[in-house]
């Protein structure tokens, strides 16, 4: 079998040698009798002379000129095509920075603690908290350079592409054509290429999504972990399923290398590990630039609409806020954590609500393009004003989605230009770096967005950002809820004044008195240790491990019976340990059910031992009934 992939060429054309001199070159200009010969070999001449070659498809189309002028000036011997190989990665006009940074005293500070830590014989990884703003990236590209003056290299880890934009701009500014870049939207060919040139030292730093964590670095320096407490660092599908903030932890004890994990909201896990001594912890408890933390404002939705003060999506508060913002020429950011115009349609006659044929959840209605479309499976149904139950026309919109919420920004605010960003207005390659350069560039007044719009992001002139509903974040039935809701509300309301303007928040909410809602813009380690009390108690993450074990199958009847058989063989390996088997959230997705154990291990259980045992179970299992239609997955440390 070949393989797939194929460098990619471009031709230039080049004078041919034997015409180099003077005398030859006027020879040429005394035969051409045609216009656009000689416009073309004037500009092959006059690179010649640059020691330069010109691009045939740029300049032919520049000229105007058909490609057959090439070819009757090569057949005539007076230019010649050369076919070059280039690269298919391009950076599409990065942003520069300013070039050099002076860290400030509390910078400073920092930058000198990750140093001696990093410089021990067996460093320990680092967990640098600093809060929103406070100039983690700056001392990350300080840290950077002092490995590559090393001759190191070094990966620069970040959950989401969002972000690779504006961290592209700062470490491009830094480091140039030494910077590559890897995530999910390049395709096969563009990776292969990234591939080669980080095995052969091309990309000395690359700043990538949890992937680029496999990629053949012959001299890795250090591990970057940008937002480490982020859930998108976890692989769910398709196997293998890891977090790729472990495994830069796992390649720092393996290489001996420095790993950093930063965030302004540090995962449970990270933060109780550097309390108790298995990481070195560095804080960073100021804003960069002497700017202030946004002003929070929590808004009783009950209240609102009580006194009849809600307008659409919006309380009285924040549709008021916005506009003396507007009129202040400064950028707004409005959060709600739910794509599409509408989570979903219900009969007003006899109450359905249409799900997905293929999976058990709730289909949401999308008003551009005027379907319902399952966000598991892909499925679409153009059926949006009938009930498939009663018939009757009594369809009617339910929840609040970002779609709806750009809709009713642009008839609030007519005078002002509005974008979107979630996953439908990002799916091509550029969509975030084109959202991302507008809103930079304050031609976008308002971004309406989901989770995309909290993470890292540095916009100088948004001072307002809206969190249209904080109640479905708080409501998630999993014992991360609360520490997830903090995260995600911590990080969106980062965006608001991180320039010397004064920012604000506000939050709606039918929760005001909601304990995550009351801890934004506090003491994180206030938040932390209030919840880990609970975790300590019940046994769950950090204080223990879980491992998940996941069935699959057409069948509803077969595998309620086949759960229950492996259930029988784990039981007594795990004791009161094993908790189920159960039906998933989502029970069904893709025409498959899913049923599902949970492990909870003590932090001191042996992986080698666990392991094997659970190696050992399942072979027996597949020995008796052995099902090549059931699919068991098993995945450590679920998110």
């Known amino acids: 079998m070949e393989p797939r992939y194929k460098p990619k060429s471009k031709t230039f054309l080049k004078l041919n040698e034997d015409y180099a001199s003077e005398e030859k070159m006027r020879e040429i200009f005394d035969a051409i009798r045609s216009p656009n010969q000689e416009n ?71 930058f000198d603690a990750i140093e001696q830590a990093i410089n021990e014989e067996s460093p320990k990884p680092v967990l640098l908290h600093g809060i929103t703003g406070s100039g983690k990236t700056h001392i990350y590209i300080e840290m950077i350079k002092k490995i590559m003056d090393t001759g190191k290299q070094v990966l620069y880890l970040l959950p989401e592409i969002t972000l690779t934009k504006q961290i592209i701009d700062r470490v491009k500014t830094a480091f140039g054509d030494k910077v590559g870049i890897y995530h999910s939207k390049f395709n096969d060919n563009e990776r292969v290429e990234i591939w080669q040139k980080v095995r052969q030292r091309k990309y000395e730093v690359v700043v990538g999504v ?26 769910h599908e398709p196997a293998p399923r890891y977090n790729a903030r472990d495994v830069a932890i796992y390649y720092g004890a393996k290489y001996n290398i420095p790993i950093i994990l930063g965030s302004a909201t540090p995962s449970f896990e990270s933060y109780l590990n550097a309390k108790t001594g298995k990481y070195h912890l560095v804080e960073l408890k100021k804003r960069a630039i002497a700017a202030q933390m946004p002003e929070i404002d929590i808004v009783d939705m009950r209240v609102q609409r009580k006194k009849k003060l809600v307008d659409g999506v919006f309380s009285k508060v924040l549709k008021e806020e916005m506009q003396l913002t507007l ?35 709730s289909m949401t209605y999308h008003k551009f393009k005027e379907h319902l479309r399952c966000h598991y499976c892909g499925y679409t149904d153009f059926n949006i004003n009938k009930c498939s139950h009663c018939s009757n026309y009594s369809m009617k919109r339910a929840g609040i989605g970002t779609e709806r919420i750009e809709e009713e920004v642009k008839l609030a605010f007519p005078n002002n230009t509005v974008q979107r960003m979630d996953l439908d207005t990002t799916r091509t390659k550029m969509g975030y770096h084109n959202i991302i350069s507008q809103f930079e560039n304050k031609q976008i007044d308002i971004l309406v967005g989901t989770q995309m719009v909290s993470k890292g992001l540095d916009f100088e002139n948004v001072t307002l950002v809206g969190v249209i509903n904080a109640d479905n974040q708080l409501s998630f039935p999993d014992f991360r809820a609360y520490e997830n809701a903090y995260h995600l509300l911590t990080q969106v309301s980062g965006r ?33 240790n209030q919840e880990i009390i609970g975790r300590d108690s019940f046994g769950y993450p950090p204080y223990a491990r879980l491992l998940k074990i996941e069935f699959r199958h057409k069948e509803r009847n077969f595998i309620e019976e086949e759960a229950l058989r492996l259930s029988n063989l784990l039981k007594p390996i795990f004791g009161s340990n094993l908790l189920g088997p159960d039906y998933a959230l989502i029970a069904r997705v893709r025409n498959q059910y899913r049923m599902q154990f949970m492990i909870k291990l003590g932090k001191k259980t042996s992986a080698v031992k666990l392991r094997d045992a659970l190696h050992d179970a399942i072979d027996r299992y597949y020995q008796d009934a052995p099902v090549k239609t059931l699919r068991i997955i098993v995945d450590v440390d679920p998110v």
């Open 40 to 110: 073309l070999m004037m500009r092959v001449v006059e690179a010649f002379f640059k020691k330069k070659m010109v691009p045939q498809t740029e300049t032919l189309k520049e000229l105007d000129i058909a490609s057959q002028v090439v070819n009757a000036l090569e057949k005539k011997g007076y230019l010649e095509k050369v076919d070059v190989q280039i690269d298919r990665i391009e950076f599409f006009g990065y942003k520069p920075r300013e070039k050099n940074i002076v860290l400030n005293d509390d910078q400073q500070k920092a």
């Open 210 to 235: 949890r992937s680029a964590i496999f990629l053949p670095f012959p001299n890795l320096g250090m591990v970057v972990v940008d937002e480490e407490h982020d859930s998108s660092f976890k692989q």
């Open 327 to 361: 009129q202040r020429g400064e950028q707004i950011i409005l959060f709600q954590n739910r794509r599409g115009f509408s989570p979903y349609l219900i009969c007003e006659s006899c109450g359905i609500v249409p799900q997905c044929i293929n999976c058990d959840i």
């Open 496 to 528: 608001a004044g991180r320039s010397k303007k004064k920012g604000k928040v506000i939050i709606q909410t039918m929760m005001p008195d909601n304990i995550v809602l009351n801890s934004i813009g506090g003491e994180y380690e206030t938040f932390f």
